[in-house]
């Protein structure tokens, strides 16, 4: 058993844009002493890439599944398939430096701890998912769909937020547990909000490791399968508030989630073309 290590979940579909190099740097981490992939019904080269991986490297395994089960659904398989006292979910577009995952640990050990970093695209502009802060819901985009809006770094290299939603999440198994997992009601990564709410609302706390930078290519599902992703995250969205919202603005939330579906659906089959 590899208890004092960390396991990195990585759940993917047609992600062969990034898999290599995620995998390339998850293998070099500190800590890191289990990898577990979690394929859901990849077309494209992903599976290959991950067996590569995997007959070079024994801390990777990979659950490949016949069909798309969800992000939730896929991590829980992971981190089932594991045996360490720490978790690290990923998006196969993320990648850590050799010290990223155990300075993330060393924060959630501070304390009970849900744990994100500072995620940043090919250009270095930090994800405004990975600071969130409950607020009235407002715009367009997905995590303000819930409630959430983004907050700006602080100078302290420990910032506390509500939920982090970067791409990346390392907990303690025992935490992870106490919490039964992500809620396999969702296909998306609004399973990974969800955790930090009833993490918050268990006594847990939820850190932005403002220190700790994680470079991160976005967009991976929305320009291979757009369709699926605008429909799966307004299901999540009025999944979520439906557990977490109030019933006097259940109704209002429905319409934000929903009103601009058209149009995202439309600029999907665009995309597809």
Do not use: K
């Not at 058993?1 to 981490?29: F, K, P, Q, Y």
């Not at 045996?83 to 050799?98: F, K, N, S």
């Amino acid at each position: 058993m590899n208890a004092a290590g960390t396991v990195a979940v990585v759940a993917c579909r047609d992600s062969e844009e990034t898999i290599d190099a995620c995998l390339t740097c998850l293998r070099a981490a500190a800590g890191v002493v289990e990898i577990r992939v979690v394929d859901c019904n990849s077309r494209d080269t992903t599976l290959a890439v991950v067996q590569r991986h995997a007959v070079a490297d024994a801390r990777v395994r990979f659950i490949a599944n016949p069909d798309d089960p969800g992000y939730a659904v896929a991590c829980n398989q992971g981190v089932a398939a594991s045996t360490t006292d720490w978790i690290a979910l990923l998006q196969p577009g993320c990648m850590v430096e050799r010290d990223s995952l155990s300075q993330l640990r060393d924060v959630a050990a501070a304390g009970d701890r849900l744990v994100g970093g500072d995620v940043v695209d090919e250009q270095d502009a930090s994800d405004p998912a990975s600071r969130l802060r409950l607020a009235d819901p407002a715009g367009a985009v997905w995590w303000a769909w819930l409630g959430f809006a983004a907050c700006a770094p602080t100078q302290e290299p420990e910032q506390e937020v509500d939920a982090v939603g970067g791409g990346v999440l390392l907990l303690s198994r025992s935490r992870f547990d106490a919490l039964g997992g992500l809620d396999t009601g969702y296909a998306t990564r609004i399973a990974q909000l969800d955790l930090c709410r009833r993490g918050c609302a268990a006594g847990a706390t939820v850190v932005c490791a403002n220190s700790v930078r994680i470079r991160r290519v976005r967009g991976l599902l929305a320009r291979v399968h757009p369709v699926l992703l605008a429909w799966r995250q307004r299901h999540d969205a009025t999944r979520f508030w439906r557990i977490h919202g109030s019933r006097q603005r259940l109704a209002s939330a429905w319409l934000r989630v929903w009103l601009g579906f058209p149009l995202a659906l439309v600029r999907a089959l665009a995309r597809m073309h």
